[in-house]
């Protein structure tokens, strides 16, 4: 690795940054879901680029999904997480009928496991038809919930939920993806002068499901070892000029249409066939149905002047397609990742 072109959006040029090492850091994918408790920009920008550079990246199917964010009508945007510890202090889901359906399930009911409750909610969503569940806290104490949870109180009011009368709507939204850009225990990529920390790297740390504030443990620790490794070994200065960038024959994108559809059709693609509980024929479907998508998306990336939200959408076709296509290698359920269809081996 050599550096990067870096998108300037203020001046929108593109600025050539030449440089003996090159760390990612760009956080994780949850965009492709649409759904999701991550930041706007977790659009697996860093992931993306290291894959089309021939990086090594594997685990992407392990996706951590939460049970109970809040659901956003508007889709496409972070949701407001509604804590675990909601449920621990009594909080009931019921399905769009009103029944409370997680006692059907587990003898644990609401406090099953993060990935079984998403399990148990996606299975009701899929019978129904249904966009959301609900969490009932109507028969707590609500000056004690308050207590505890202000901010959680205050989110619903601002959104005209009142917890003492009101159910909260909630959906499993994409939290934390497990997987991503191989590393060692310096950071190093299995390209030159490339290295990875955060959630964009695959550092083994989370097996197959991630263990709470284990993210710290990823940026943090691994971004420190990085720093030492540089300190401790002098990189090659690469004797390169390195072009600038040539968007010769490309035009400012006017169908910002292409963008939106494109970025809606491919969000409610991965929730619908790649989401909490998958199957053979919907990974397989999903792939053919991504080629279309990727096709049209290339198309116009080649004709277009670059824009953040074009390469955001192109990043994303990426990031599915390794998703799908791990997801279609697993034979075996493990932590995060459930395909009904092994189960019946």
Known sequence: ??????????????????????????GGVGRVYGHTTNPIIATGDGIAMAYRAKTKISDMEFIQFHPTAMYD???????????????????????????????????RAELASRDIVSQCIDNELKKSGGTH?????????TQAFIA???????????NH??????????????????GGVNVDMHGKTSITNLFACGECSRTGLHGANRLASNSLLEAMVYSHEIYKYHCNNKLTTQAITIPN?????????????VIKHNLEELQALMRDYVGIVRSDSRLKAAI???????????????QSKITAS????????????????????????????????????
């Open 1 to 26: 690795c050599y550096g990067a072109y870096v998108l300037d959006q203020k001046k929108n040029t593109i600025i050539t940054i030449k440089s003996n090492s090159t760390l990612l850091a760009s």
């Open 73 to 107: 009508v508007r889709g496409g945007r972070s949701s407001f997480l509604i804590s675990e510890a909601v449920r621990g202090f009594g909080a009931y889901l019921r399905n769009e009928k009103g029944h409370r359906f997680m006692p059907d399930y587990d003898d």
């Open 133 to 141: 569940v609900f969490l009932d806290c109507t028969h707590l104490d």
């Open 148 to 158: 505890h949870f202000p901010n959680i109180y205050k989110h619903c009011l601002e």
């Open 161 to 178: 939920i009142n917890i003492k009368t009101d159910f909260i709507p909630v959906v499993p939204a994409s939290h934390y993806l497990c």
């Open 245 to 257: 960038w040539n968007d010769k024959g490309t035009t400012i994108p006017e169908e910002h249409i």
């Open 288 to 302: 053919k149905r991504l080629d279309l998508i990727y096709n049209e998306v290339e198309d116009f990336y080649k």
């Open 310 to 345: 074009l390469c955001e959408l192109r990043n994303m076709v990426n990031v599915a397609h390794l998703i799908i296509s791990q997801s279609i290698a697993r034979k075996e359920n493990k932590g995060g990742f459930y395909n009904k269809d092994n189960a019946k081996h």
